[in-house]
């Protein structure tokens, strides 16, 4: 099992819509987990932090599932400007420091 | 602050050749993290120093890789010598001195080797 999974993508969805992506890890020691947003030929930027209880800001919302080892991402009303990859991220764990990360699920929003 | 700082943005060599990519960290970073992006492979950590020292490279693909901290503001990943698979994006990256926080990226060397 990877590391870190995602579904590739690409989602296509119209502007408006709402969009949800799953991720999987595998290294139960992981403590710290991400979303990040990486536009076309740019570096990865963080888009928000996943706590234990499930965290939102703004359209966003990040949950965490621990028993079964999955983070989620949920967009409300997508814009244009939401298409990206994002990238699942969790810490190395077992007291490791760095991130390992996903290869990202690529969002298109359409008009 | 002006953020993770990488040279050269774009490097175009011949295979065999050494490349040296450079990455100042943001001040009081604690934590340099070298990464490298492929579209099959996606982002990998190469290695990573804490307070300037090497903590693990096992990322490091093979002896060809080699990185220096010699102080807390600079870092070089040396490529010798490089060969067409080693074409990629490097990113270097750097984080506060607490285990878990985010890294912020610098903006990329995008390496080809011809």
């Known amino acids: 099992r990877k590391e870190v999974e995602q579904d590739p993508g690409p989602f296509n969805v119209p502007e408006g819509a709402t969009v949800a992506f799953n991720c999987t890890y595998s290294?139960?020691?992981?403590?710290?987990f991400f979303w990040y947003r990486q536009d076309c030929r740019k570096e990865p930027k963080l888009l928000m932090s996943?706590?234990?209880s499930g965290n939102e800001d703004g359209r966003f919302t990040a949950q965490l599932n621990r028993a079964s080892q999955y983070i989620s991402l949920l967009i409300r009303d997508s814009k244009l400007s939401d298409s990206a990859t994002y990238l699942c991220?969790?810490?190395?764990?077992?007291?490791?420091?760095?991130?390992?990360f996903g290869k990202g699920t690529h969002l298109i929003i359409q008009p | 602050d002006a953020g993770v700082i990488q040279s050269p943005r774009h490097e175009v060599t011949e295979m065999g050749q050494e490349v040296t990519l450079r990455c100042k960290p943001i001040?009081?970073?604690?934590?340099l993290f070298w990464y490298r992006q492929t579209m099959m492979r996606g982002l990998e950590l190469l290695i990573y120093?804490?307070?300037?020292?090497?903590?693990?490279d096992s990322g490091m693909p093979e002896d060809r890789f080699s990185a220096k901290m010699p102080n807390a503001s600079f870092s070089t990943l040396k490529i010798q010598p490089s060969e067409p698979r080693d074409s990629a994006v490097y990113f270097c990256?750097?984080?506060?001195?607490?285990?878990?926080?985010?890294?912020?990226f610098g903006q990329g060397t995008r390496l080809t080797v011809v």
């Open positions: 990256a750097s984080s506060f001195p607490r285990r878990g926080t985010e890294a912020f």
């Open positions: 290294n139960s020691a992981s403590q710290s």
């Open positions: 996943v706590y234990s």
């Open positions: 991220v969790v810490n190395r764990g077992g007291g490791a420091d760095g991130l390992t």
């Open positions: 001040s009081g970073h604690d934590y």
């Open positions: 120093f804490n307070n300037n020292v090497p903590i693990d």
